[in-house]
């Protein structure tokens, strides 16, 4: 039993504090520290599936995530971002408080968000505005999600279609937009990057005060 409480911290720790997914990754990751049959590792991780606590995160299919719902059903989602920011949220709840999670009801509120973007954006990237296949574009909050209040997280004008690339360039504040033009920060010297962002960005006005909240609180100038 302490041998399987010890198992189970490591779990933990392979994908709340080292981001790793897949039960081969939180397999070497357990079996550095102590010797374990695969088969056990894996047994273990089935158990937590079956009991709504474990996410998977599917290496061969790339982009696509799956995740747990409460009644042990696993839905596909492409927002890996976005779930990870759930899966947090779901551990702080399950290890501090011991509560069960509402990844169901959140879930739901997503993909209504992305599937808004789907039915009623060009499936392109709003900063680089290259097209891709929906697997790579991202339905990115102009003001973090976290940041953001109930009506904000759920306002169509809070969120656009952004490519990976964008989308982590613009969550790490390296990239904002000002005046409808993208903002390099200082620190980005890559002049494929500088080429690759002259254009003007076609945002609505109703953007706009998310956009603000960006370039005054995350953009790193
Ligand atoms: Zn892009």
């Known amino acids: 039993m302490e041998k399987d409480n010890y198992i189970n911290h490591l779990i933990f720790n392979s994908f709340y504090i080292n981001d790793l997914y897949s039960t081969e990754h939180i397999y070497n990751y357990i079996n550095c520290r102590i010797p374990i049959s695969k088969k056990y ?21 790339d982009c696509e995530t799956y995740i747990l719902t409460k009644k042990g059903k696993i839905t596909r989602d492409s927002q ?8 947090e949220r779901f551990w702080k709840k399950y290890k501090y408080k011991n509560k069960t999670y509402d990844l169901v009801e959140r879930r739901t509120d997503q993909c209504l968000l992305r599937k808004y973007l789907i039915d009623n954006h060009e499936h392109r990237c709003k900063f680089c505005k290259k097209e891709y296949p929906l697997c790579i574009l991202e339905a990115a909050h102009i003001k973090p999600f976290s940041d953001s209040n109930q009506y904000e997280k759920y306002d169509t ?19 904002t937009i000002n005046s409808k ?20 960005v076609d945002i609505s006005n ?12 995350i953009y790193k100038s």
């Open 206 to 217: 109703n953007n706009i005060k998310y956009f603000n909240y960006h370039n005054i609180n």
């Open 41 to 61: 590792v894996k047994k273990l991780l089935q158990k937590k599936i079956n009991n709504d606590k474990l996410i998977v995160y599917n290496k061969k299919t």
């Open 181 to 200: 033009h993208i903002q390099m920060s200082s620190s980005l010297n890559h002049d494929h990057l500088k080429n690759l962002y002259m254009h003007k």
């Open 80 to 87: 890996m971002k976005l779930n990870i920011n759930i899966i």
């Open 157 to 175: 004008n809070n969120v656009l279609f952004l490519c990976s690339i964008c989308h982590k360039l613009y969550d790490n504040g390296l990239i």
